[in-house]
């Protein structure tokens, strides 16, 4: 998913979306009156996430349509076989007002290393109110040598995260623990950015105290991160670019694949 706004003011904002093949927006309720232009697509579902009802909704190149303020909460969905793009036009009632604010309850996030993950996991619990979960602080077992927690060990310290909040958002790049949560998971996250930038934003990282011990051992480790990142496309691993597109394909719920950072709240 990817949403780009193309004008912004205190009265009205408008926006474009592109969803790929069977990809969804984040729940939501529509806040404002909104008239919609379709720029591509074929079929578009609605759900509603009280009942869990969807309507089917054909569209095609041009569909223009006036919607009111919807205050349940919903989400489109691509049924079609190719990009739906659509154009939206907010009217708001109130100067400069979210109008589509998202509701999220249990999120997941995954994607390489210096993808993300831990800033818009910070970003959705403080929106929302989520606790939040950073694999990395339950995968490795203490100690100056990495190693890998046992995944029952790591598996009981997530059951009990999740006894304890119903309401989450889980972060990490281990797709052996993350396939743990898929059956509670409500939005799933893909950040599929360029090793580039992921290089990029791994190099401008503050300390990350709950992964080192002091900044300095943190840019000890950079070199060694860099090549990890750079692997990322070739591996076969848990952590790999093919064991996240498969836990992202098989997924069934509301999810998105985000191939620039992301816009979500």
């Known amino acids: 998913m990817q949403i780009e706004t193309l004008t912004d003011r205190a009265d009205l904002i408008i926006r474009r979306m592109t969803l790929e093949a069977d990809e969804s927006m984040f729940w939501h309720r529509d806040h404002c009156h909104r008239f919609t232009v379709v720029v591509r697509g074929s079929m578009l579902g609605i759900r509603f996430q009280d009942s869990g ?30 990009v739906y793009e659509e154009v939206v036009t907010f009217y708001r009632d109130v100067a400069r007002q979210d109008p589509q604010p998202s509701v999220q309850s249990r999120v997941m996030i995954f994607g390489n290393s210096g993808s993300g993950k831990s800033t818009l996991a910070r970003t959705l619990a403080a929106t929302h109110d989520l606790a939040h979960l950073d694999l990395d602080t339950l995968a490795w077992l203490p100690g100056d040598t990495p190693t890998r927690a046992p995944r029952e060990h790591s598996q009981a310290r997530i059951a009990e995260f999740l006894n304890q909040q119903p309401r989450w958002v889980i972060e990490g790049c281990y797709t052996d623990l993350l396939e743990l949560v898929t059956t ?53 691993d848990t952590f790999s670019w ?23 709240r």
């Open 184 to 236: 509670e998971t409500d939005r799933m996250i893909f950040l599929d950015l360029p090793e580039t930038e992921c290089v990029r934003n791994a190099r401008n990282r503050p300390w990350e105290p709950h992964k080192y011990p002091n900044k300095a051992a943190q840019d000890a480790n950079l070199g060694m991160l860099v090549d990890w990142i750079g692997q990322y496309r070739d591996r076969s």
């Open 53 to 82: 009802e969807q309507i089917s909704v054909p569209v095609h190149p041009g569909l223009a349509d006036w919607d009111a303020p919807e205050s349940r909460v919903h989400q489109a969905r691509n049924l079609g076989d190719e």
């Open 242 to 264: 093919e064991a996240h597109k498969q836990l992202f394909d098989a997924f069934t719920g509301s999810k998105a694949r985000y191939r620039n950072p992301p816009d979500e």
